[in-house]
C-alpha cells in the first residue's frame, strides 16, 4: 500500500517570513498532490509491503587497500560492494543532509532463482533543504522533516506522521514522529518506509504566465532488486521483436504497425496538415 500525506513547509526563500497562517492552509492548496507551487512543499511517503515479515538491507561500496598482485610492493584501492542488515529503527532512520546507503532495499526471506533475497528498493529523488531546526519550540510537529527515510515497524496506533491537530498547536503536537523510532526491531516484521521529498521553487520571471515543470520532479522509485528472476518486461504480450533485415513496417513482422487497423478504439484521424507537419 503506498499512502502520502502532504506536509507543511520547513523552510523559505532569503529574506521570507515563515507566514503563521502557512502550516494551516498549505495542505488544503496542495491537495494531496506532491507538487506545488509554494516555495517548499515536502510529502511524507509510506510504503507498507505485501508479506508481514520483512528485512532492510543497505548496500554500497567501499574502497579496501589491497596489494597489486602482479606488484606487492603497491597498494591499490579495491572497491567491494558492502551489505548490511539493518536491525533496528534507528539504524533505518537516515536524516535530512546526511548520505544514506546508497541502496537500501526491503525484502523477505524468501530467495529468487539466484538465491538472493527477493525485495524492493527504494530509489530517493529529493532536493528538500534545511529542516526546521531542533531548538525550535515547532519542531516536533514537524519532525517527520528530519528524515529522508526511516523505517518502523508497522503500529495500528502510528497512522501517519502526523496530525491535522499539529497545524494547529505545533508546541504540543498531538504526533511527533521521532517518538516512532524507538530503538525497536525491524528485522522480519511488518515495515513501513517513511520517504520525505521536497523542492524549492522560488517564483521568478519566468514563471509567467506559466511555471515550467520540466526537471521538477521528486519522489522516489520503488523498484524490484532482485524480486523476479531476470527482467519481468520479457514476458510482456505486446514487446515487439524484428531484425535489421525485416520490414518493421509489414503487421506481420510488428504487431504494432497495424494497431490503427486492429484497435477498436484507435482515433481516425481524416488527413490534414498544419505548418509543415502532415498526417495521411
Ligand atoms: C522466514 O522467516 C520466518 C519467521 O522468522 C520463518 O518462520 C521462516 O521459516 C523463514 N523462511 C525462510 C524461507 O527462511
Ligand atoms: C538554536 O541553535 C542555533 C544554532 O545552534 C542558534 O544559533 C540559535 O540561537 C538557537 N535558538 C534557540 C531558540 O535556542
Ligand atoms: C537498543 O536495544 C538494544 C538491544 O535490544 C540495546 O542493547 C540498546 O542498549 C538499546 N539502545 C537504546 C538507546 O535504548
Keep these: 500500500m503506498i499512502r502520502n500525506t502532504p506536509q507543511a513547509p520547513a523552510a523559505?526563500?532569503?529574506?521570507?517570513?515563515?507566514p503563521s497562517l502557512w502550516p494551516a492552509f498549505l495542505p488544503s492548496i496542495c491537495g494531496g498532490a506532491i507538487l506545488c507551487c509554494f516555495p517548499l512543499c515536502a510529502a511524507v511517503w509510506t510504503i507498507q509491503s505485501q508479506r508481514l515479515e520483512n528485512w532492510v538491507w543497505a548496500e554500497d561500496t567501499s574502497y579496501v587497500p589491497t596489494a597489486v598482485p602482479w606488484s606487492p610492493e603497491h597498494q591499490m584501492q579495491r572497491l567491494q560492494v558492502t551489505r548490511k542488515l539493518l536491525e533496528t529503527e534507528e539504524q533505518a532512520a537516515f536524516p535530512l543532509g546526511g548520505t544514506p546507503?546508497?541502496?537500501?532495499?526491503?525484502?523477505?526471506?524468501?530467495?529468487?532463482?539466484?538465491?538472493?533475497?527477493?525485495?524492493?528498493?527504494i530509489q530517493m529523488l529529493s532536493f528538500a533543504g534545511e529542516p526546521l531546526p531542533q531548538n525550535s519550540s515547532m519542531e516536533r510537529a514537524f519532525s517527520w522533516g528530519r528524515y529522508q527515510l526511516a523505517v518502523t515497524q508497522r503500529k495500528e496506533e502510528e497512522p501517519s506522521s502526523t496530525s491535522i491537530y499539529n497545524l494547529n498547536d505545533p508546541w504540543?503536537?498531538?504526533?511527533?514522529?521521532?517518538?516512532?523510532?524507538?530503538?525497536?526491531?525491524?528485522?522480519?516484521?511488518?515495515?513501513?518506509?517513511?520517504?520525505?521529498?521536497?523542492?524549492?521553487?522560488?517564483?521568478?520571471?519566468?514563471?509567467?504566465?506559466?511555471?515550467?515543470?520540466?526537471?521538477?520532479?521528486?519522489?522516489?522509485?520503488?523498484?524490484?532488486?532482485?524480486?523476479?528472476?531476470?527482467?519481468?518486461?520479457?514476458?510482456?504480450?505486446?514487446?515487439?521483436?524484428?531484425?535489421?533485415?525485416?520490414?518493421?513496417?509489414?503487421?506481420?513482422?510488428?504487431?504494432?504497425?497495424?494497431?490503427?487497423?486492429?484497435?477498436?478504439?484507435?482515433?481516425?484521424?481524416?488527413?490534414?496538415?498544419?505548418?509543415?507537419?502532415?498526417?495521411?
Design 101 to 121: 546507503p546508497r541502496y537500501v532495499y526491503l525484502a523477505s526471506n524468501h530467495s529468487n532463482k539466484w538465491g538472493h533475497p527477493r525485495g524492493y528498493r
Design 172 to 280: 504540543t503536537p498531538t504526533v511527533d514522529f521521532t517518538d516512532f523510532i524507538n530503538n525497536e526491531t525491524i528485522a522480519g516484521q511488518d515495515l513501513v518506509a517513511w520517504v520525505t521529498a521536497g523542492f524549492l521553487h522560488i517564483p521568478h520571471a519566468e514563471d509567467i504566465p506559466n511555471t515550467v515543470t520540466v526537471g521538477n520532479g521528486v519522489g522516489f522509485f520503488l523498484r524490484p532488486y532482485n524480486f523476479f528472476d531476470q527482467d519481468p518486461s520479457f514476458d510482456s504480450p505486446d514487446s515487439v521483436y524484428f531484425r535489421g533485415d525485416q520490414d518493421a513496417g509489414a503487421c506481420e513482422v510488428n504487431p504494432m504497425a497495424c494497431l490503427p487497423q486492429a484497435a477498436a478504439c484507435a482515433p481516425d484521424l481524416p488527413a490534414f496538415s498544419h505548418g509543415g507537419f502532415s498526417h495521411s
Design 12 to 18: 523559505l526563500g532569503p529574506g521570507s517570513d515563515f
